[in-house]
């Protein structure tokens, strides 16, 4: 088991309001450790000097929940695609490198604290219309209602979607669009769903621009960061929807 | 800003087309009359209020849409990888900028001078009015090796924004499957590069034959 020494430039800001800036900190870590482990260790450090941690985002540390973030070197969730923070691994950095870690930047995710951001514009946009409105009673037979294989994996492969929000990170427009379609198609693509897709579509985008992210200009920076491969096709399907409500509604 | 972008697209295929006449070795016969008959036509003059209307569309929602995204941004990031991006896609505003100064300077240059009458009128047999000289300014700017270089530039940046805006336009659209995708980006590809390249070649052509 090699140690790794590396240098890190972590983002440090109190507050909303406060101005940030750069801390650097020599870790030591171990090679089979996660991000967020090798981070607990300069945390575990930072206390017993008597300093206030770094304030990380994270929950299952599985690669399920979305809870992590963090910009590694440039990245959303650092330099392995197709990969969360918490299951990229201290192996695919060299010993002696300098890491820089700063916060998902964007206006509608502002800082809470170090490289925490509240990300609860994502849960409003859910609110808005990311659901589908079933009586209640007895469930009823998943298999009674026929779909095809092509519909069905293309829903799961958008409900792969863990809100993580690196799309917005990733995104020069600070755009959540990736985000928004994935919903959009995981719902609307089922029979399910089809019913609400206009109203849905009409909503959850309003509810976008309303929470201030920006408008996609099409640069696929989400498509490339996003840690579970959402399709940039997604765009397009909520684009289509879009066009649709306008005309209707 | 996919629909004006569609529109202005397809104008750039019909104006290299007219232009493609002053590679004709007749002294500028052909493309006099063809001016004559793009500023005398009412249809034409009418789709050509629309052109000025759509390029001040575009450009004023492309400035909107640049100021609104840059504040939804916010702040930037230390380090950058621009990972899964070209620079087409993301220097499209700096593109769309040079490109409406060009215009402005295209305008001055050709369009003011026949709107205001300033141009000599010849005769051609065959025609039984007067059309207004418009070969000779293009004469007189491409044997300026400085004009040159700038309408070729130029034509360089408009391939950039093509480049991006093509297939970008059917994007905003939703007009994206996985069955054709890869003819419009290559449909794109081609397109621009081809039409900058037609309207790179008439003043290099004419600059050489002065």
């Known amino acids: 088991m090699s140690a790794l020494h590396l240098n890190l430039k972590v983002w440090r800001q109190k507050n909303q309001q406060s101005k940030g800036e750069f801390q650097t900190y020599q870790v030591e870590a171990n090679e089979h450790m ?108 998943g298999n009674a209602i026929p779909i095809d294989k092509d519909t069905a994996s293309k829903s799961f492969d958008a409900a792969a979607c863990i809100g993580c929000g690196a799309c917005v990170a990733a995104c020069p427009n600070g755009s959540a669009m990736l985000f928004t379609s994935a919903k959009i198609s995981h719902l609307g693509l089922l029979p399910q769903g089809k019913m609400e897709h206009t109203r849905r579509v009409n909503n959850m985008v309003s509810q976008m621009d309303e929470e201030g992210f920006g408008f996609c200009s099409n640069i696929g920076a989400c498509e490339a960061e996003c840690p579970k491969g959402i399709s940039l096709e997604n765009i397009a399907r909520m684009n289509r929807g879009y066009i649709k409500a306008s005309l209707l509604d | 800003m996919s629909l004006s972008g569609l529109f202005l697209i397809v104008f750039l295929l019909i104006h290299l087309l007219g232009n493609l006449q002053l590679l004709k070795a007749d002294g500028g016969q052909a493309f006099n009359i063809y001016g004559y008959f793009m500023t005398h036509n009412p249809l034409i003059k009418m789709v050509s209020y629309g052109l000025y209307l759509f390029i001040l569309i575009h450009a004023i929602q492309g400035t909107l849409l640049w100021l609104k995204n840059r504040s939804a941004k916010g702040s930037s ?103 054709y995708n890869g003819l419009i980006k290559i449909v794109g590809l081609l397109y621009s590069i081809l039409i900058p390249l037609g309207f790179a070649i008439i003043p290099i052509f004419m600059f050489l034959n002065k």
Not at chain 1, 55 to 71: K, N, P, Y
Not at chain 1, 86 to 107: N, S, Y
Not at chain 2, 91 to 108: D, N, S, V, W
Request: charged share 15%; proline share 3%.
């Open chain 1, 34 to 141: 996660s991000f967020l482990e090798m981070m607990d260790v300069l945390n575990q450090d930072l206390i017993e000097k008597k300093k206030e941690p770094v304030a990380f985002d994270h929950d299952c540390r599985e690669g399920i929940c979305g809870a992590c973030s963090m910009v590694i070197n440039g990245k959303p969730h650092g330099p392995l695609s197709g990969t969360t923070t918490c299951q990229l691994h201290m192996r695919h950095f060299k010993d002696g490198e300098t890491i820089v870690v700063e916060p998902f930047r964007a206006k509608a995710f502002p800082i809470v604290r170090d490289l925490v951001v509240d990300r609860s514009s994502f849960d409003r946009i859910i609110q808005a219309g990311g659901f589908i409105s079933v009586n209640t009673g007895q469930a009823i037979d």
């Open chain 2, 77 to 179: 990031y230390a380090v950058n990888s621009n990972a899964g991006t070209n620079m087409f896609s993301r220097y499209m505003m700096h593109f769309g900028i040079i490109i409406f100064i060009f215009i402005i300077i295209h305008m001055i240059q050709f369009w003011l001078k026949m709107k205001m009458g300033v141009l000599d009128q010849v005769s051609y047999d065959g025609v039984d009015h007067t059309v207004a000289n418009l070969y000779a300014p293009c004469q007189l700017a491409f044997s300026n090796i400085g004009y040159v270089l700038f309408y070729v530039l130029s034509m360089l940046i408009l391939a950039f924004h093509l480049n991006h805006g093509f297939q970008s336009a059917f994007q905003t659209l939703g007009w994206n499957h996985p069955k």
